[in-house]
């Protein structure tokens, strides 16, 4: 049994963050979101909506001058290329399911309600491997 066994996404993914809509432009994303938080991936949502993703890698693809006339929805990596995670599945599943990506949306019923990042999954086991040996 591994220390990832047995646990579910929901204690460990976050459930604050911000999100942006498709027609944000980029300057203004980076500025009022990417900058302020430490979010490694901004959702796009349009409404109850999850339709993508928004990088910094993306972002960094798009010429800095066109930032102010450039739309999220246009560098966004679009939901349905994304692997998705139900708050209720097992760890050892989102493991298997990130693939490239450093950040993962967990839906229910459709909608976005967490975001797990690989450096949350890293710390979480970290700290329940540290006070496992603590206490065996």
């Known amino acids: 049994m591994t220390l990832a066994s047995g646990i579910s ?3 460990i993914m976050a459930t604050r963050f911000s ?3 498709p027609d ?3 300057a203004t994303l980076v500025r009022d979101v990417m900058l302020s938080s430490v979010q490694r991936a901004v959702p796009v949502v349009s409404g109850k909506d999850f339709l993508g993703l928004v990088t910094g890698e993306g972002v960094q693809k798009v010429d ?3 930032w102010a006339t450039t739309p999220a929805e246009r560098v ?3 939901a349905a290329a994304i692997p998705r995670l139900e708050s209720t599945d ?3 599943l989102a493991l298997q399911r990130f693939g490239d990506a450093e950040v993962l949306p967990v839906v229910s019923d459709g909608r976005l309600v967490g975001l ?3 450096r949350s999954i890293a710390n979480y086991i970290r700290l329940r491997d540290m006070v496992t040996t603590e206490r065996g």
Do not use: E, K
């Open 9 to 11: 996404v929901a204690p």
């Open 19 to 21: 999100t942006t809509a």
């Open 24 to 26: 944000t432009n980029i």
């Open 64 to 66: 800095h001058s066109l």
């Open 76 to 78: 966004m990596v679009p």
């Open 90 to 92: 097992d760890l050892m």
């Open 116 to 118: 797990l990042d690989r």
